[in-house]
């Protein structure tokens, strides 16, 4: 078997008497989209914050493409190769969609100075910039005003920001939020055609979405992974059924 582009190993994290992680073990494989669903309070954001660096699990490892990440802040993640999008929009409304575009490539990443000297110049910020937006389809917006974006457009941006440091693999936490029909059915046939540059973890609600669009699913129940498997093993799963789906 491949290596997986992704390992969770073993994690556990308390919050106090609260277990919100217990024992968790996942991998993402490279091509897939592994969807992570569960009740809200389950401990899926507190997993996505645990893989990309901003929360330290009690126990366990994270891997990257084979690389134990689990001591390592959150920019050297980014710079190893996770991206990511937020739950809560990180863009700069006032900005327009390229400088947030650029912006991303420069802030978040903390990569452009290294040992003071500039490892990317600006010409290629740019490129690199420009080349996100035409992947997510806004190229043609790029002097366009965040702030007059439609929130699907916004998303869309929101991805282009992550994509700016190429990523090998994607953690999305509930991309479709507060997206209408139109906007979520735009964004589930990028994610579909995203899936072959870097596989994605995703923490999504909405169900129709899943099931259509992931290869493999986990579903998280009180800090625990209760089962994973293709969307017709997990629509099959008495666990499931009884304690998710309410069937
Ligand atoms: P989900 O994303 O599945 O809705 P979360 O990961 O946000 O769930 O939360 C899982 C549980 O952990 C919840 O009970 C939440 O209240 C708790 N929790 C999350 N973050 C913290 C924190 N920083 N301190 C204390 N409790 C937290
Ligand atoms: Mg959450």
Known sequence: MTEPALAVDGVTKSFGGL???KDISLDLRPGEIHALIGPNGAGKSTLIAQIAGGLRPDTGRIWLEGRDVTGLP????????MGRTFQISSLAMEFTVLQNAVLGALGQRGRV???WRPVMRESDLLSRA????E???LAEFRAVRTG?????QRRQLEVAVALTLEPHVFLMDEPMAGLGAEASRQLMGFLDRLRDRAPILLVEHDMDAVFALADRISVLVYGEIIATGTADEIRA???????????
């Open 74 to 81: 959150t920019a050297e993640r980014a710079r190893l190769g």
């Open 135 to 137: 992947q997510v389809g």
């Open 130 to 133: 420009e080349a996100a937006l």
């Open 113 to 115: 100075f290294r040992f």
């Open 19 to 21: 277990i919100a992680s």
């Open 148 to 152: 007059d974006l439609s929130h699907g």
């Open 237 to 247: 799963d008495p666990r499931v059924r009884s304690v998710y789906l309410g069937a």
